[in-house]
């Protein structure tokens, strides 16, 4: 649904021209008269080419009725790609059919950038609709040579299929089923998985994980992700994604309001997922291993309880303050499985872990943690990159204070305050030491409030974790 051309062989419903303010041109390849006609609506409306600002015109050229468009971007010196995003977004969500786009600035003819609006623009969740969305066309034409945009179109699927993952309901994925599809797409885009099922995981002591999902009549499941094409490469890349397919609470259950949209409690796991097809089926030379510790946590006679002492994989004994606070015990015991049964070299786990989070940076920027300042550079760069806002969040030794208990090694949440950052801290001491970045995305992975992304799943994280790993 998108392309980048460099001929122009066939008509369009709506020819696009992007513009800056004050800097509007009309194409010279128009007729004098309709040059002259197109000025004059210019000069009636006061079109200067202000950001969002539309003119729309209908003309004959040489018989073939013409639908242009001039789209301003703004001012030059305040342009970025976010304005970019926002603008194109905003237009095209509107438009039906086959749309050409074009500009004589080079800055504003960005294939990338384009091809990520058009696919969000594109997502539609339909699985369940007898009506499909209809998909808008889109064409960018740049003179020149020929673009390779092969890797814009693979983002952009693999974005989707996150965004499909969390929009699926509950009574469709669950841990085993999310297993299944797994297996699916790793035959589909090239890389290994191994499933674990309960019974590998107690051998294991992975206890945290099989406390959350032991309610559950779907049993929990450890999905291993593995593409190792790093050759020479020692590094071996550890993504660690919260695979919670939908949270009751447990014990400590939500009020109803809140249990609405815990479908997307594994999000964390489907932007792993999506990763890693994308790092996969563009054969980047990095090694990967990807793990999900997907689980449902729920209610019943044998549900875990606040004031349980679970022993986790790693030795460490965790005293139960809130069965609520599952997401960090699932991502304990995948983290230590990832450090010593992988031999990962750095991990980055991501997850709808807080609502802590939502309260200090709301629904557009993820909040991100780490111990090392290299790596999180790395992360920045990446999410910035593909218009992803994070902000980096304290860490200090303090907050450790919150997680002492008097019956445990460890507490697993430390009170109100600082909900977010006890959280990461508790997750920080299961990295052993390692390079390790924690992605509290909760406010950003669904009805975000990203001016350039539609309601519902996100995808947050996808292509962020496909830049992490590609460009080192």
């Given amino acids: 649904m998108f392309k980048v051309i460099n001929k122009i062989g066939k008509s369009y419903d709506l020819n696009v021209a992007l513009v800056f303010d004050g800097g509007v041109e009309i194409c010279e390849h128009i007729s004098a008269e309709n040059r002259a006609l197109i000025k004059r609506l210019i000069d009636k409306k006061e079109f ?16 073939n009725l013409i639908s242009m468009a001039l789209l301003g971007m703004g001012k030059e010196e305040e342009f970025t790609f976010d304005v970019y995003r926002e603008v194109m977004f905003d237009f095209l969500s509107k438009e039906k059919g086959t749309v050409l786009i074009s500009s004589d600035k080079a800055i504003l003819s960005n294939h990338e950038v384009l091809g990520e609006i058009v696919s969000n623009v594109n997502y539609s969740f339909d699985t369940f609709k007898e009506k499909k969305a209809e998909k808008l066309e889109v064409e960018l034409f740049v003179a020149g040579e020929e673009k390779n945009i092969s890797e814009t179109i693979l983002l952009g699927e693999a ?15 669950n841990p085993i089923t ?18 674990l099922d ?29 593409y190792l094409n790093g050759k020479n490469n020692d590094e071996k890349i550890g993504l660690i994604g919260k695979g919670l397919t939908y949270d009751t609470g447990g014990l400590c259950i939500k009020p109803a309001d809140s249990m609405f949209e815990m479908k997307s409690d594994m999000a964390g796991a489907a ?25 449902e946590n729920a209610i019943n006679e044998n549900a875990y309880r606040p004031g349980d002492i679970i022993k986790s994989m790693n030795g460490k004994t ?12 699932a991502l304990a015991d995948a983290i230590t499985y990832a450090v010593r049964n992988e031999k ?27 111990n090392c300042d290299e790596k999180y550079s790395m992360l920045e ?12 969040m304290p860490l200090f030794d303090e907050y450790n204070e919150q997680l002492k208990s008097t019956v445990a090694d460890i507490k697993h949440t430390g009170g109100r305050m600082g909900g977010s950052i006890t959280a990461a801290k508790f997750l920080e001491g299961f990295a052993e030491g390692l390079p390790w970045i924690h992605m509290d995305i909760a406010g950003t992975s669904f009805n975000s409030s990203v001016k350039w992304v539609k309601k519902g799943a996100t995808g947050v994280g996808v292509k962020a974790l496909y830049s992490y790993v590609k460009n080192r």
């Fill in 381 to 392: 760069d990446a999410s910035r990159l593909h218009g992803e806002k994070v902000w980096r």
């Fill in 48 to 63: 200067s080419g202000k950001k969002g600002e539309i003119l729309k015109v209908d003309f004959l050229e040489k018989e």
């Fill in 271 to 295: 932007s792993v997922i999506g990763a890693m097809c994308a790092i996969a089926a563009g054969k980047v030379e990095r090694n990967v291993v990807a793990i999900v510790p997907a689980c």
């Fill in 198 to 226: 309960e019974n590998d995981m107690e051998k294991l002591d992975m206890n945290l994980l099989l406390a959350v999902g032991r309610a559950s009549i779907t049993k929990p499941r450890l999905i291993v992700m593995k």
């Fill in 159 to 173: 974005t989707d299929i996150a965004r499909d993952l969390v929009d699926l309901p509950a009574n469709i994925i």
């Fill in 318 to 329: 965790v005293e139960i303050i809130n069965t609520d606070a599952e997401g960090r015990l």
């Fill in 344 to 370: 990962v070299t750095e991990v980055v786990d991501i997850a709808t872990l807080t609502g802590a989070i939502m309260v200090a940076l709301g629904s557009l920027t993820t909040g991100v943690f780490s």
């Fill in 178 to 195: 999310l297993a299944q599809r797994v297996v699916e797409l790793g035959a589909k885009y090239g890389f290994e998985v191994e499933v």
